[in-house]
């Protein structure tokens, strides 16, 4: 029941933290730090990114309509399925950005993980990241943006998106959402079109991950894994619903600012937490 317990606060930091500007996998590292799993290490490897699986599903969920891509014609008393030509190259654009972060992710996971998942690289990311949040808001706070519909970004602009989302692939504590949306802010994406292209992406980045990460494992779970790993990625799906409709409400009245300086903050903790720590 105490490891039932702890998965359900690992989806909840999840749910919380995927969407935020924050970094979910930075937090989910930290929060290792001090409420550990008792698993193996290969299953906590695993568990860290198939939990957002369960966050991914609330993007399914709440944007349903926008990724769907087909949709019924009716005329006079025929109906008949069409695709929704709109929707279809908001997938194919999709699919580009997502190129930059699956190349690298499928050549060097397991290098990524050995080298750059621990705390030292995680809180210089939340400080670095944090910092340009900040810098990237009072630049542009009163540029109009160019782009202010998911059907206005280019491929062009989802490359380069594409290409901050790998930044976040690279070096846990960058946050994928904090990344892309910096990105998309700086090629002139209104806030609320960086988020939502930004959600959308994680879907199929997020489900490759997590894919490649199961397949590694091998789907032999034990069935106290198995309730873990549900556990798990039911709490972070029911806490993203909220977290998503409150982020989105949030960003139409706010800029990112306060994000920035949260995880600076974090970021300096952390820090000054384990310089103590490695002193005693």
């Known amino acids: 029941m105490i490891e039932i317990l702890k998965a359900a606060l ?22 290792n730090e001090f409420v550990k799993l008792d698993v193996s290490q290969d299953f906590w490897n695993m568990f860290l990114v198939v939990i957002q699986f369960g966050a991914i599903l609330a993007v399914i969920l709440l944007y349903w309509k926008t ?6 014609y009716r005329h006079r008393r025929r109906t008949r399925i069409i695709w929704k030509k709109d929707t279809l190259m908001l997938w194919v654009k999709t699919i580009v950005a997502c190129i930059p972060a699956g190349i690298v992710g ?67 504590g960058t946050s994928r959402s904090g990344s892309t949306i910096i990105g998309g802010l700086l090629i002139g994406v209104s ?25 590694k494992y091998g789907f032999h779970f034990t069935g106290m894994e198995t309730a873990i790993l549900l556990t798990g990625m039911i709490v972070a799906f029911a806490v993203s619903v909220i977290v998503i409709r409150f982020l989105m409400g949030f960003i139409r009245k706010h800029d990112f600012k306060v994000f920035g300086w949260y995880r600076i903050v974090l970021g300096a903790l952390v820090i000054a937490y384990f310089a103590l720590i490695a002193r005693v």
């Open 10 to 31: 690992f989806g909840l930091v999840e749910g919380v933290t995927e969407w935020l500007p924050v970094s979910s996998t930075g937090h989910m590292i930290l929060l």
């Open 67 to 72: 990724i769907w891509p087909l949709g019924l």
């Open 106 to 172: 499928v050549l060097f996971d397991d290098w990524l993980d050995a080298h750059f998942y621990n705390w030292l690289v995680v809180s210089i990311m939340l400080i670095l990241v944090g910092a340009a949040f900040i810098v990237v808001e009072t630049v542009f706070k009163d540029r109009k943006p160019v782009i202010t519909d998911l059907k206005d970004i280019g491929f062009k602009e989802a490359l380069i998106i594409g290409v901050f989302q790998l930044v976040a692939a690279v070096f846990p």
């Open 191 to 215: 806030r609320t079109v960086a988020a939502q292209f930004t959600f959308i992406l994680a879907i199929p980045v997020m489900a490759g991950a997590s894919l490649l990460k199961m397949v």
